[in-house]
C-alpha cells in the first residue's frame, strides 16, 4: 500500500516564502513510473490543479502560480517538492500532493495516490 506525506505548511506573510514537500513509502511505490502533482483547495472553493511534474522532469503550472511557484522531484527520495514564492492571501489553502503512473497529459486527472494535504495560510 502507498502513502503519501505532506509536509512543510504553515502561516507566512504576503510576499515569503515556503517550501512543500511530499514523500511516498510503501514497497509497490517506483518512483521513476510515476507523475506527480500538487492540488490545492481553499474553503468554500473546489479543489484545483497547482503543478505537476512527469518521470521525465516535464513540467505543468497552472497560471495563477505561473512565476511564482516551481514543481520539482527527487526520484531517490520518492519525494516531490513545491517551491513557493511571492505567495498572496489567495494562495491560502490545503496544499495535497498525488502521484501515480497513469496520469492525464495535462496533469490534472487519473491519479491513485493523494496525500492527507498540509495547511498554508498567507497573511496580507
Known amino acids: 500500500q502507498v502513502q503519501l506525506a505532506e509536509s512543510g505548511g504553515g502561516l507566512v506573510q504576503a510576499g515569503g516564502s515556503l517550501r512543500l514537500s511530499c514523500v511516498a513509502s510503501?514497497?509497490?511505490?517506483?518512483?521513476?513510473?510515476?507523475?506527480w502533482g500538487w492540488f490545492r483547495q481553499a474553503p468554500g472553493k473546489e479543489r484545483e490543479f497547482v503543478a505537476g511534474i512527469s518521470w521525465s522532469r516535464y513540467a505543468n503550472h497552472a497560471d495563477s502560480v505561473k512565476g511564482r511557484f516551481t514543481i520539482s522531484r527527487d526520484n531517490a527520495k520518492n519525494t516531490v517538492y513545491l517551491q513557493m514564492n511571492s505567495l498572496k492571501p489567495e494562495d491560502t489553502a490545503v496544499y495535497y500532493c498525488a502521484a501515480g503512473p497513469r496520469v492525464s497529459s495535462d496533469f490534472r486527472r487519473g491519479y491513485d495516490y493523494w496525500g492527507q494535504g498540509t495547511q498554508v495560510t498567507v497573511s496580507s
Open positions: 510503501g514497497q509497490t511505490f517506483r518512483s521513476y513510473d510515476i507523475t
